[in-house]
């Protein structure tokens, strides 16, 4: 069946901390990748999203995620954390039609 | 510039109740989706939509039903609560099938 594993239910960093979040998707097919952000009391917005080409994707607020087809991964990136970023992070692979899967979600605290 | 907007944003229950949440987005979408967040399951499509006058199932329908009588709106309803219905529940809408989507603030259900 076709899944979303996010790696890690819990991330907790210090400020100025790196970031990584692992997203790793079961389909053998064309997707399209997403990262939504949910900060406290708000909506799940986009981070950022890959269709095609350049395979590092820039998003808002200094995020990146990189497509490797072979390892059937989209991971999210961030060089240096900040308070702000204390969020839910869900990784979303839309493999055709109306299916879009969404992984379980990571939740980010950044220590100040 | 509201987006897509949820009422009501919380909501308690008693097993067999009814109610209906609805969401309205101004940004002419012909998509609209339901979708429900559990601990731990990432969000799971309930229902979706293609446009004015059109529903469809998503993944986990039993117990909703939808309406699209207007293009700007898309409602959920309940017949019958159950506590396996307790939730948080997100509508989100998109220009097309495969494009980002832009989701409401969520609705908590607690059915006791």
């Known amino acids: 069946a076709q899944s979303v594993s996010q790696h890690n239910h819990h991330v907790i960093l210090s400020e100025a901390a790196s970031l990584e979040l692992g997203c790793n998707y079961s389909?053998?097919?064309?997707?399209?990748l997403f990262w939504y952000v949910q900060y406290p009391g708000q909506h799940l917005q986009l981070l950022l999203k890959?269709?095609?080409?350049?395979?590092l994707v820039k998003g808002i607020k200094g995020f990146e995620a990189e497509f490797i087809k072979s390892k059937f991964s989209f991971n999210l990136r961030k060089p240096s954390v900040q308070w702000s970023d204390t969020a839910e992070y869900f990784c979303?692979?839309?493999?055709?039609?109306?299916?879009?899967?969404f992984g379980a979600g990571t939740r980010l605290f950044v220590k100040a | 510039n509201a987006g897509v907007t949820q009422t009501p944003k919380f909501r308690v229950l008693k097993t067999g109740q009814s109610m209906t949440l609805l969401c309205a987005q101004d940004?002419?979408?012909?998509?609209m989706y339901w979708y429900r967040q559990d601990p731990g399951m990432g969000l799971r499509l309930i229902h979706y939509?293609?446009?004015?006058?059109?529903?469809a199932k998503g993944e986990v329908p039993d117990g909703y039903n939808v309406s699209r009588l207007k293009k700007q709106n898309f409602l959920l309803g309940l017949e019958s609560a159950a506590p396996s219905q307790t939730s948080v529940y997100f509508c989100?809408?998109?220009?097309?099938?495969?494009?980002?989507?832009?989701f409401g603030q969520g609705t908590r259900l607690t059915v006791v």
């Open positions: 939509s293609v446009g004015e006058g059109t529903t």
């Open positions: 989100a809408s998109s220009t097309t099938r495969n494009t980002e989507a832009f």
């Open positions: 389909y053998g097919g064309t997707v399209n």
């Open positions: 890959y269709f095609s080409g350049d395979p």
């Open positions: 979303a692979v839309h493999t055709g039609g109306f299916k879009t899967i």
């Open positions: 940004m002419n979408h012909e998509y």
